[in-house]
Each structure stands twice: as C-alpha cells, then as structure tokens.
C-alpha cells in the first residue's frame, strides 16, 4: 500500500512520455486534409483523439516542424479582423506522416498482441 | 477590448519576447504575431476580451518563461540538425547546452573537435609563409616525449625534430577537413538521437 502514490507517479510520468511521442504524428495527421491555423489543429487532436494537448506544447512544436520544413505556414486575413496563421503539409512532410503512420500501424497492432493477455487477466 | 485585458496580453508577450534571445527578428515577431492570435481567437471564443477569459487563455500557453524555453529547445534542435556550418552548429549547441547537461557533453565534444580541425588546417596553411618553424614537431623533455603543432610564430624548443616536413599541407588539410566534417556529423547525429528519445520514438 504504501508504493502505491508512488507507482502512480511513474505510470503518469510514462504516459506523459507516450503522448508526447505522439504529438508529432497527430499534428501532422492533423493536417493531412488540408491547412489549419494552430487553434484549429488544437481542436481537431481533441475532438478526433483523446489527446489532451498543452498548448504550450503545440506551437513550438509547429516551428519546429516549420524548419524541418515537413510543413510550411501562409498568414490569411480573417473574418475576425486578425490574420492567422496557416499550416499545411509540404510533399516531404507528406512522405513522413505517410512513413510514420504506418510505423505506427505496425508497432500498434504488435504491441496488441503482446498486451491482449495482459487486458484478459484483469 | 478592456485595457486591463489587452495590457496582460502585452506583458505576456513581453515577457516572452525578452526570453526569445538569440533568435532572429523575423522568427521572432512570427510568434508573437501567432501567439497574439491564438490569444485572441481562444477568448473571444470563451465570451469575449473580458480579462478574464484572456487570462484563461494565458494560463492555457503556461508561463511565458516555460514556453520561450520550449521554443529555444526545439529551434536549437532543428537548426543543428538542417545547418551544417560550423559556427552555425556551435551557436545552437550552446543554446542546448544552456538548456541540458546532454547539450553541454556535445558542445564540449564538438568545441574540441572544430578547435582541433581549424588548427591543423591553418599550420597547413602557414607552413609556407614559416617553413623552417610551423608544423608537426616532436620532442623529449622530462615529463617524456611530445608532439605538438607548431604555427610557426616561435622557435621550437631545442632538440625538436619536425616529423612531417612539407607533408604537413596535405595532411594537415586533410586531417583538418576530416575532423570539421566529422565533429559535424557528430553534433547532428547527437540533436537526432536527442529529439528522438525525448520527442519522437521511432521504429
């Protein structure tokens, strides 16, 4: 009994970690239709996935992802009477959510097998 | 729009701006710009320009310290990874450096691998301006054999023996190149592998 906080910790610690490693694939996914400014990408990772995203998070990652040139950015005048700014997938940012995405299938369905005792034995 | 409200969006950015340091202009009045936006726009949706709903959207981005940290890792990273000139890479290490104790081991990796590289392309360089003083010398004193290199500013210390003679420009060039491009691949297989563990686990 007395682990327990402390377990807790670790296992909150290790999900942090595994959505972190997500982001970057979701907010390329993100774009995968077409451009989005930031707020629109923040709302899609949560509505689409239950990726509860800090948005402290999500805008560097974007200029990141910008000097890597996986995505390029427009800023568009908008209804609102501000400009946003717009992101959309370059060909080579395409290429890799493409890579990364079926990665992902792999290891997912991998680590399913791996796991379906595991949810049994509850 | 309320004073109060605007004037906390102001201070924020403000804040932010300052810790942005070492990145350029554009790039930096980009983010404002952005961040300013995303203020405004998360607002407006929560009811209006109220102070309050601002500060909620303030509190959403984390503190501006935070997040001009996270801004720095993240350029630094990038950078070292798409640029490939020295001083270029030496600048973004030394942000990295500031910001982790991994960052400082490469810095220092890579600040004695460039040292080394540019000294022996300039001997190489200055060999024919001193022909009789700069090069690769070797000798014995108390403490046991040395081999140092020599610009060729002093005279090398009695009983020294050059051990490449005119050698020393095509080697010289060539160690000096190797270890520049080296010490180069090293520092961007290093902001890889970084990114990688921390960010982005790949298969």
Known sequence: MKAQPQETETTDKWEVQLRKGCLELAVLAALWEGKLYGLEILRRLESDSDLVVSEGTVYPLLSRLKALE?????????????????????????????????????????MGKLLAPVGKGR | MADDAQQKIEA?????????????????????????????????????????????ALAGL????????????????????????????????????????AGFWVLLGAAIGYFLGFAFILCAVLKPFHPQTAGLWRYSDAGGSQVSLRLGFSSPPAGAHEILGWWMVPVGLVVGIGLVMLTTRFAIWCARAYRRSHVLPRG
């Open chain 1, 70 to 110: 996986l995505v390029r950015s427009e800023w568009v005048e908008s209804d609102a009477g501000h400009p946003r700014k717009y992101y959309a997938l370059t060909p080579v940012g395409k290429q890799r959510v493409q890579e990364m995405a079926s990665i992902w299938t792999r290891f997912s369905s991998s």
């Open chain 2, 62 to 101: 984390g503190s501006p310290e935070e997040l001009a940290a996270e801004y720095m890792t993240n350029e630094a990273l990038a950078r070292a990874e798409v640029s490939r000139s020295p001083l270029r890479i030496l600048g973004s290490l030394f942000r990295w450096a500031s910001l982790s104790i």
């Open chain 2, 12 to 56: 924020y950015l403000e804040t932010l701006r300052r810790r942005l340091r070492g990145m350029n202009d554009d790039d930096t009045r980009e983010i404002l710009e952005e961040l300013r936006s995303h203020i405004v726009d998360r607002a407006t949706s929560g009811g209006g320009m109220a102070t309050s709903n601002v500060e909620a």
